[in-house]
């Protein structure tokens, strides 16, 4: 048997953020940032270069922060490249980017090698909240989905107990979908997007042989869209016309949408914080050109384009605490 690697629980964004439901109320549809949120202000002096390796899930909008940055500084240049969480900490450990996007929290063998390398722990920024949807094709009918249900189709362990899935028939639906045998979609063991959703929603257990593993978010979207038996899991913000994302039954026994409102209360189960983390030395402030980056992420402008991209705001106390860590 296969040891698996020890590492910190994922922690679901209502542990982080049940303090701050009072925030929801800053939003209604459509959905708008929290108007607490700081404004960027220019400052002079910012140039230089910015790598960013990391989370295919934050690769859109690590593009398009860098843009709506060097709209700021024009002589900022900025390079993105999203192949997957677990390519963050090896960059940030080489000095080969100052960014490294995560869509799951670092494990602990990963903040192990940093500490080793720098003598303290990498710094965690929080930079927009997701909910990891499972998606079916935009036809599928299928109302809702337990996590039991949803663990059944993906693992062979099925430690959630739940009976054996392999067609639609199986999670009740009737007619031409009844003996229709289900077609998984998902991603390769580099995707944070992985480990998140092996670690919540199938509770460790192994993922099925037959689950097409995807070298991106989009391609596992893409490939449910274009297959009316298909199933995959993939953030929020991947979400196109071609699919569905199905509502997941919460602690409360009712199915809920994958909304922030949602989110940040608990009834969606698959909530999580997306995360940048940077080399930042304890007693010390960031260095200029990174911290001057991610005071724009955390701004009313950067927040605006996490919306933009599909993804939902972070509350303007989240913000804050997130910008405490940079000095």
């Given at each position: 048997m296969k040891k698996r690697e020890s590492g910190r629980k994922q922690r679901p964004?209502?542990?982080?953020?049940?303090?701050l439901l009072t925030s929801c109320s800053a939003w209604a549809a459509p959905l708008q940032v929290d108007p607490d949120l700081p404004e960027y202000r220019r400052v002079p002096g910012v140039s230089g270069?910015?790598?960013s390796i990391g989370s295919d899930t934050l690769n859109n909008l690590m593009t398009f922060w860098a843009e709506g940055f060097q709209a700021v500084y024009p002589n900022v240049r900025i390079q993105v490249e999203g192949k997957g969480?677990?390519?963050a900490p090896p960059a940030l450990i080489e000095g080969t980017a100052q960014l490294g996007p995560m869509s799951r929290p670092m494990k602990g063998a990963e903040i192990d090698a940093f500490e080793r390398k720098f003598g303290y722990k990498p710094t965690e920024i929080r930079v927009t909240i997701d909910t990891l949807a499972v998606f079916v094709h935009r036809?599928?009918?299928i109302a809702s989905l337990t996590l039991a249900q949803v663990d059944s189709l993906f693992s062979t362990t099925r430690k959630r107990g739940g009976p054996p899935?392999?067609?639609?028939?199986?999670?009740?639906l009737t007619g031409a979908w009844a003996n229709r045998p289900v077609s998984l979609y998902g991603r390769n063991s580099a995707s944070g997007t992985y480990g998140f959703f092996k670690e919540v929603a199938l509770l460790g257990g192994d993922f099925?042989?037959?689950?097409k593993e995807q070298p991106g978010s989009s391609s596992v979207v893409q490939g449910v869209a274009n297959d009316l038996a298909g199933v995959g899991y993939s953030g929020i913000g991947y979400k196109t016309s071609g699919v569905r994302a199905v509502p997941l039954v919460g602690p409360d026994g009712q199915p809920h949408e994958p909304t922030l409102e949602n989110a940040l209360n608990g009834n969606y189960p698959l909530a999580r914080f997306l995360y940048i983390y940077v080399n930042k030395p304890p007693g010390k402030?960031?260095?200029?050109?990174?911290?001057?980056?991610?005071?724009?992420?955390?701004?009313?402008?950067?927040?605006?384009?996490?919306i933009k991209d599909g993804y939902f705001p972070l509350p303007a106390a989240v913000a804050e605490e997130e910008l405490k860590k940079l000095e």
């Open positions: 964004v209502t542990i982080m953020a049940a303090a270069n910015l790598n969480s677990s390519t036809d599928n009918p899935v392999e067609r639609w028939g199986d999670l009740g099925k042989p037959e689950v402030p960031l260095d200029r050109l990174t911290a001057e980056f991610l005071r724009f992420v955390l701004s009313r402008a950067g927040q605006e384009i996490v």
